[in-house]
């Protein structure tokens, strides 16, 4: 069954430090990885993208890395800003099909105190 | 910024009503979607067009229904309301399939049924 497990479900964090979001997937065959970040009552926003051949993408202080043999992926995000509180989504697609298809996670809840 | 905006953004309605949620994209996207998002909860799809006068339901199961009688229109239907549907509904647009093009979301319609 394709699924996309996100960890943790909730973290906080303190303005200025760094942390890690963790994604796995079980979603096969695979064609690529998102990172969203979704606002409290907003709709989800692009971060990056990844295909099967990138292991490493950044957009300013979030960067994304993929280890497909693994299937997984995490984000990182430097030097927090309160800005970042939101709940960050993973999203993997497959290409098993001409539709293709996308498999959300659930989240990771971001809060970040000053 | 992506230019695709839904209406209303709150809406609170009693049980029966028939309500519809607009959504409308200047990118003059041919793909257009329509997800439903639970509290912590994975987005699910619910709808999907690949142009005009070609709607699909989603994987999951829903009782409203969509029209695309225009590129850039994709509004979402229910017929009589029930608090099973109280929910936040969001729509999505992307100039390629959804699982190799970008995606871009609207800001989401919260929908509470008393």
């Known amino acids: 069954k394709n699924q996309v497990e996100q960890s943790p479900q909730s973290l906080i964090i303190l303005e200025g430090k760094n942390c890690t979001l963790q994604c796995n997937y079980t979603v096969s065959p695979f064609s690529n990885l998102r990172w969203y970040k979704q606002d409290t009552g907003r709709g989800p926003v692009s971060l990056t993208i990844?295909?099967?051949?990138?292991n490493t993408k950044s957009n300013g202080r979030y960067t994304a890395t993929l280890d497909a043999d693994t299937k997984q992926s995490s984000l990182h995000i430097t030097a927090s800003q309160l800005s970042d509180s939101a709940s960050y989504i993973c999203?993997?697609?497959?290409?098993?099909?001409?539709?293709?298809?996308?498999?959300f996670g659930r989240g990771t809840q971001l809060t970040v105190w000053p | 910024e992506a230019d695709i905006y839904q209406t209303p953004r709150y809406l609170v309605i009693g049980t029966g009503k028939k309500i519809t949620l607009e959504c409308s994209q200047t990118m003059g996207h041919d793909k257009m979607y329509w997800y439903q998002q639970d509290p912590g909860m994975e987005l699910h799809l619910i709808h999907y067009s690949y142009g005009v006068n070609s709607t699909e339901k989603g994987d999951l199961s829903s009782e409203s229904t969509v029209s695309r009688i225009r590129t850039e229109h994709f509004p979402l239907t229910l017929e009589s309301a029930r608090p099973s549907h109280t929910s936040q509904y969001l729509c999505?647009?992307?100039?390629?399939?959804?699982?190799?093009?970008?995606?871009?979301f609207g800001e989401g319609s919260r929908l509470t049924v008393l």
């Open positions: 999505a647009s992307s100039e390629a399939r959804a699982s190799t093009g970008e995606l871009f």
């Open positions: 999203v993997v697609s497959d290409r098993g099909s001409t539709l293709g298809r996308l498999y």
């Open positions: 990844m295909t099967f051949s990138e």
